[in-house]
């Protein structure tokens, strides 16, 4: 979930040439009508240069600066380009899941390690040693590997699992474009733009894992891409080819 917010394309060049228009249309004009102001008056007989006017006029590099950052942010505030950047941001979300359940997975190994560790001593030490394992797992709560441990060591593999093929779905199916237009539709027709913004979760669906389901408070929407079937892998292929 992200806040709206967020959900944006970088609109700097527009503001910035935004602020130089409107300072030029306002502030920057009020100088020369008040400077001019002072010329009309009956009788004031205060004749201006020529040139007075030419540092309060618009230049064409300002007004084409403006007009490219305009047609910028139209193009990219549409509700598919916005729904587009949605899904950047939700893949920046499945990368930190990720690295989290990473970190649990890492952390439950080593709390099994401290049980394998004493074990191993039980098959290679000597009598002396034996005897000082024994009582060390027995003084530390080692007498079994931890069934709290175990079950955070299973639940981090299927949520990395999860945050991976979420992830990578999301990236290949923000390829789609039919499945962008699918996604803006239907939170366009719902009326729900800044629900969908502020609310949007995305998951697997349970029943056909090439389909993510969005869901927020007052709509969801199924999408599946044909991008899924060619970036699919066999993973025993990347196994096989890891180094042992």
């Keep these: ?8 394309y970088d609109m700097t060049a527009l503001e910035n040439a935004t602020s130089d228009i409107n300072h ?16 009309m008056p009956d009788g004031s007989m205060m004749i201006l240069d020529p040139n ?4 309060f006029l618009l230049t064409q590099e300002q007004v084409d600066n403006f007009n490219q950052a305009y047609a910028d942010g139209l193009v990219n505030s549409t509700a ?19 690295e989290d359940e ?22 290679t030490g000597d009598q002396q040693t034996k ?33 991976s093929m979420t992830k990578n779905m ?6 789609d474009s039919f499945v962008i237009d ?30 993510l389901n969005l869901e927020w408070e007052q709509s969801s929407v199924g999408v599946q891409s044909e991008m899924y079937f060619l970036y699919s892998a066999d993973p025993q292929q990347h196994l096989e080819m890891m180094p042992r």
């Design 80 to 98: 598919e380009a916005l729904a587009l950047v949605e899904l950047h941001d939700m893949i920046d979300i499945e990368q930190a899941v990720y």
């Design 24 to 39: 030029a249309i306002t502030e920057h004009i009020q100088n020369y009508i008040g400077l001019s102001t002072q010329t």
């Design 170 to 175: 999301l990236e290949t199916y923000a390829l």
């Design 182 to 211: 699918t996604i803006a539709a239907q939170f366009m027709a719902t009326a729900s733009v800044m629900d969908f913004f502020n609310n949007v979760s995305v998951s697997i669906d349970a029943l056909n894992h090439t389909q």
């Design 131 to 163: 005897i000082n394992a024994e009582q060390y797992a027995t003084d530390n709560g080692l007498r079994a590997i931890d069934q709290n441990s175990v079950d955070q060591f299973n639940v981090s593999i299927s949520g990395m699992l999860e945050a």
């Design 1 to 8: 979930m992200t806040l709206a917010q967020e959900n944006d």
């Design 52 to 55: 007075t006017g030419d540092e």
């Design 102 to 123: 990473k970190e649990n997975l890492q952390e439950a190994a080593k709390e099994i390690a401290t049980v394998t560790a004493v074990a191993d001593m039980l098959v």
